[in-house]
Each structure stands twice: as C-alpha cells, then as structure tokens.
C-alpha cells in the first residue's frame, strides 16, 4: 500500500512540477538512485523502509519520462496522420474520437478530439484505426462555469488541447493497428449484432450493451440522466460486479477440475477468461481493476496465503500507474478506487450496527451499507464531475444490483444456441424491469439535488475526512489498550 502511494504522489509531483526527462538519463538517475538507497540500506538498516519508499517516489517522478508524456497542442489548418484511441462515441450528426496524431518533421506527437460527419464510410471506424484528414483545429473552451468543472483543465489532463470536425471528404482510412483492445471492441460488435439479430428492441439493445460490455455509447441521453438521477449509473460501469458475475460462471463451468491436484489449471482457466472479458469490455481502469484484484486474490489462494485486501487494491493501483502513469486523471480511475476503499474501511465499520438472524434483512441491509460507504467515500469527487446528488440511490440499489446481476448472467448464458431463444424473451422482460425501476425514481419530484463544487473544494472535502479517518482509529486505538489494560 505504501509502495502504491509513494509511487503515485511521485507522479502527481512530476505533473505538478512539469519534470521533463529523456530516456537516457532517467536510466541513468534510477540506476543511480538505486545503488544510493542500496548503500543507505546497508548504512542504516533500522531506516530501510523509509529509503524504500523514498525510492519509489523518485521511481513514480521517473516514470511518466519512459512513456510519452509531451505532446504539441494541434491549432489552425493541419494535414494529420493519427491512431483512433477510443471507440466510437455516438452523436446526432456526427462520430466522435479522440486520436493520437502521430510525429511529423513539422510537430511532435499531439492529441485531439475530433468529430467525423456521420455516414457509412464512417460508421466503420473502430479503435485502433488509423486515418489521414485534413482538419481545422481550434482550442477546446470551457462550457458553463469553468470554476465549478474546468472542462479544458479536464481535457489537458489527457493531453487534449483542441477539436476539429472532419467532413466525410476529408478523411481516408490508411491502416488499422492490431491490439488486444481493438480485438476486444470487434468481439463487442459481434455480439451486439448477435443481440440485434434476436429481435430485442433498441432500447434493450443499449442497455445490454452498456450493462454487460461498459460501452454506453448507444443509451439515449434521457436513459443516462434517469440512471445517473436515480444512483444507478454505476451498474452501467464495467467493474467488480461484472467481473464478479464472469468468474462465478467460469468457476462453475470448471467444476469437473475440482479436484486439488487441478487446482492450478482451474484457476489459470478463469484467470485467462477474466482478462479475455477485460479485453472486450474495453480494459477500463474498473474492470482492470478488478481483473487485477481476482488475479492477485487467486494467486494467494493457490499459495495459501493470507490476503490482504488493502495490499490487492494498492497492487492493482500500482500496476495501472505502471502500465499508464497518466491513468491517474481518468474519471473512472478515480471513482473506482475510491469507491472500493469506502466499501472495504467503510462497509465493517457501519454493518456491525445491525444485526439479523433473518437473511433476507441482512442482505437488505447489506445494500444499505455498501451503498452508504461508496456515497459517503465518493459524494466529493461525484458532485465535481457530476454536480448532483441522487436521494433515492439506496432504495434504487436494493432493487437494481440483485437484478443487474441476474440481467447480465442472462447475457452470457445467452450464447448458448439451444436454450437461446428463450432466454431472449426473459432477457427483454428483465431489462425493461430495471428500466421501469430506474425510471420511476428518476421521475420522482425532486429525487436529485443540483449542487456544484469547485476542484479546491473537493480535496478540502477528502482532507478533512482523511483526518477524522486518522483521529477516529487514533481515538479508537487508545479505547481499545484501555480496554486490554
């Protein structure tokens, strides 16, 4: 946990400090770092932690430096060649993406968003593609109050600094460059026409698209606000609960391994198929998130060791920030970790309150809780992005998470040709269930509030309850050696 911290606030520092090193001398300094620490080590053995920790903050101030960490902000007429990095964001006349345009002789690397003129050439475009365009690049400006949300302060986190939209005969398709995220986002394609094949409706279609594979680019804009309104959103986020539902399939698809001596290859064969289900849901900070925790978990299981749910988190957070030290700033980077870390400090220390032999009112009251430590633990940082605050989440909860599970167990099943067609009438039944649900709370009268926060606010706001968090255990400490003496 430690070792993720020192790692982050380093990279915090070098993007706060705007630390700019080739990669030759960061090779050179963390070489060089290292044999210092190693000679302290030695020096003052009873210190060696804090020298540990020490060198992974120089460690995270370095490490943005191997990865591309500068690009040009792209302004007027240009002539770009550029990789498509997300897949498709659907609007009403247009495609929207944002695209890494790679290094000419006249700019280094830059990024930007770009939106395409809808038609079928278009329609094609996947992540991954790479294009040739002729655009007009203009800096991207703050809507609304910028001291509230800084919208182009947001965009520059991910090195965005401009937009352009593309007529349809200003762009051709030159290449298309192969990942495991692109192969992730065809498979999404082929199952969303595999649904759609079924006779489902569109608005079912969306919601499977959203709820089973993360993408929300196909859900209405009224379908957003009802389930952000009504506390629900998180459902549509692949995360735990998604990766949670996989591996129980999984595990029990591979009951006939069972035995002890095949432990192994049960486990590798669900390790394998979560990350394969990361993949095609994108490989978002949620999912891979918790397709790192899982692994890590069954790992420690296999080795029989005890398992540290704190240390599994940091673990997953450091791995990201090595695989992307700029991942930091996504939204749902943020909103995950936090959310988790509420559920495992907040979860037990609010559930001891209530206890019932009847389970139907403990699993009630489970919701509750976890509902009440992830708004507790994320009401800051939900407020800045989102600017309002849902009454009815809980309630909303106890009905729409049993059901989200149940809907996208139904989606996976689905694949299974014999029993499909049924399944396909349930799955519809399901779907506008929750949708009824969701949009009954939303069209509750005043079921959200309307508030806004600025940046300064939200980490005034995180401060204040890091410190209740330390003079609650401080306080909590004392009582309990009191207790013992």
């Given at each position: 946990m430690y070792?993720?911290i020192?790692t982050?606030?380093?990279?915090?520092?070098?993007?706060?400090?705007?630390?700019?090193l080739?990669?030759t001398?960061?090779?050179?300094?963390?070489a060089c770092?290292?044999?210092?620490?190693?000679?302290?080590?030695?020096l003052?053995?009873?210190?060696?932690l804090?020298?540990?920790?020490?060198w992974?903050?120089v460690?995270?101030?370095?490490l943005?430096?191997?990865?591309v960490?500068?690009?040009?902000a792209?302004f007027?007429y240009n002539?770009?060649i550029g990789t498509?990095i997300?897949?498709?964001?659907?609007?009403e006349?247009?495609?929207?993406?944002?695209?890494e345009?790679?290094a000419?002789?006249?700019?280094?690397?830059?990024?930007?968003q770009i939106?395409i003129?809808?038609?079928?050439?278009?329609?094609?475009?996947?992540?991954?593609?790479?294009?040739?365009?002729h655009?007009?690049f203009?800096?991207?400006e703050?809507?609304?109050?910028?001291l509230l949300?800084n919208?182009?302060e947001?965009m520059?986190?991910?090195h965005?600094?401009?937009s352009?939209?593309i007529?349809?005969?200003?762009?051709?398709?030159?290449?298309?460059?192969?990942?495991?995220?692109?192969?992730?986002f065809?498979?999404?394609?082929?199952a969303?026409?595999?649904f759609?094949?079924?006779?489902?409706?569109?608005?079912?279609l969306a919601?499977?698209?959203?709820?089973?594979?993360?993408n929300?680019s196909l859900?209405?804009?009224n379908?957003k606000q009802?389930?952000?309104s009504?506390g629900?959103m998180?459902?549509?986020a692949?995360s735990g609960l998604?990766?949670?539902?996989?591996?129980s399939?999984?595990?029990?698809?591979?009951?006939?391994?069972?035995?002890?001596?095949w432990?192994v290859?049960?486990?590798l064969?669900?390790?394998s198929?979560?990350?394969l289900y990361?993949?095609?849901?994108?490989m978002?900070?949620s999912v891979q998130?918790?397709?790192?925790?899982f692994s890590?978990?069954?790992v420690?299981?296999?080795?029989?060791?005890?398992?540290?749910?704190y240390n599994?988190?940091s673990?997953a957070?450091?791995i990201?920030i090595l695989?992307n030290p700029f991942?930091?700033?996504n939204v749902?980077?943020?909103?995950s970790?936090i959310?988790?870390?509420s559920?495992l400090?907040?979860v037990?220390?609010?559930?001891?309150?209530l206890?019932?032999?009847?389970k139907?009112?403990?699993?009630?009251?489970?919701?509750i809780?976890?509902?009440i430590?992830v708004?507790?633990?994320t009401f800051?940082?939900?407020?800045?992005?989102?600017k309002?605050i849902?009454?009815f989440?809980?309630?909303?909860?106890?009905?729409v998470?049993?059901?989200?599970?149940?809907i996208?167990?139904?989606?996976?099943v689905?694949?299974i040709?014999?029993i499909s067609t049924?399944l396909f009438?349930?799955l519809?039944?399901?779907?506008?269930?929750?949708?009824?649900?969701?949009?009954?709370?939303?069209?509750?009268?005043?079921?959200?509030?309307?508030?806004s926060v600025?940046k300064s606010?939200?980490?005034?706001a995180?401060?204040?309850?890091i410190?209740?968090?330390i003079v609650?255990e401080?306080?909590r400490e004392?009582?309990?050696?009191?207790?013992?003496?």
């Amino acid at each position: 946990m430690y070792i993720a911290i020192c790692t982050i606030v380093g990279v915090l520092f070098q993007q706060s400090q705007e630390i700019l090193l080739t990669i030759t001398v960061s090779c050179v300094l963390i070489a060089c770092v290292t044999v210092c620490v190693y000679a302290c080590v030695k020096l003052y053995p009873h210190i060696q932690l804090l020298f540990c920790y020490a060198w992974f903050f120089v460690f995270g101030i370095i490490l943005p430096s191997f990865h591309v960490s500068e690009y040009d902000a792209l302004f007027t007429y240009n002539h770009i060649i550029g990789t498509l990095i997300t897949p498709c964001s659907e609007k009403e006349k247009t495609y929207a993406f944002e695209i890494e345009i790679h290094a000419t002789e006249t700019h280094a690397p830059s990024r930007a968003q770009i939106y395409i003129q809808k038609d079928e050439k278009s329609a094609t475009l996947q992540y991954g593609d790479i294009i040739e365009a002729h655009a007009f690049f203009k800096p991207i400006e703050n809507f609304g109050d910028s001291l509230l949300f800084n919208y182009k302060e947001f965009m520059s986190e991910k090195h965005i600094y401009s937009s352009a939209y593309i007529p349809s005969d200003s762009w051709t398709l030159r290449d298309s460059k192969m990942s495991f995220t692109r192969m992730g986002f065809l498979v999404q394609k082929k199952a969303f026409h595999y649904f759609k094949q079924s006779n489902i409706s569109e608005q079912s279609l969306a919601i499977i698209y959203a709820l089973a594979f993360g993408n929300k680019s196909l859900l209405p804009a009224n379908t957003k606000q009802a389930f952000a309104s009504s506390g629900a959103m998180h459902v549509l986020a692949v995360s735990g609960l998604h990766v949670g539902i996989v591996s129980s399939i999984l595990l029990f698809l591979c009951m006939p391994l069972r035995h002890a001596r095949w432990n192994v290859v049960r486990m590798l064969l669900t390790i394998s198929g979560i990350w394969l289900y990361a993949c095609i849901a994108g490989m978002s900070p949620s999912v891979q998130r918790a397709a790192i925790m899982f692994s890590m978990l069954s790992v420690g299981v296999l080795l029989k060791r005890r398992v540290s749910s704190y240390n599994t988190i940091s673990a997953a957070a450091f791995i990201s920030i090595l695989i992307n030290p700029f991942v930091f700033y996504n939204v749902s980077f943020q909103l995950s970790y936090i959310a988790v870390l509420s559920i495992l400090y907040g979860v037990p220390k609010i559930q001891g309150l209530l206890y019932s032999k009847n389970k139907i009112i403990q699993y009630v009251w489970g919701i509750i809780v976890v509902s009440i430590a992830v708004q507790i633990g994320t009401f800051p940082i939900s407020i800045f992005y989102f600017k309002q605050i849902p009454l009815f989440s809980i309630f909303t909860n106890i009905c729409v998470i049993p059901l989200a599970f149940i809907i996208i167990a139904t989606v996976f099943v689905c694949f299974i040709p014999s029993i499909s067609t049924l399944l396909f009438f349930l799955l519809e039944k399901e779907i506008t269930l929750l949708h009824t649900i969701v949009a009954y709370m939303h069209e509750i009268p005043k079921s959200t509030i309307a508030v806004s926060v600025s940046k300064s606010s939200m980490f005034v706001a995180y401060a204040c309850m890091i410190l209740g968090i330390i003079v609650f255990e401080i306080f909590r400490e004392l009582h309990i050696q009191k207790e013992g003496i």
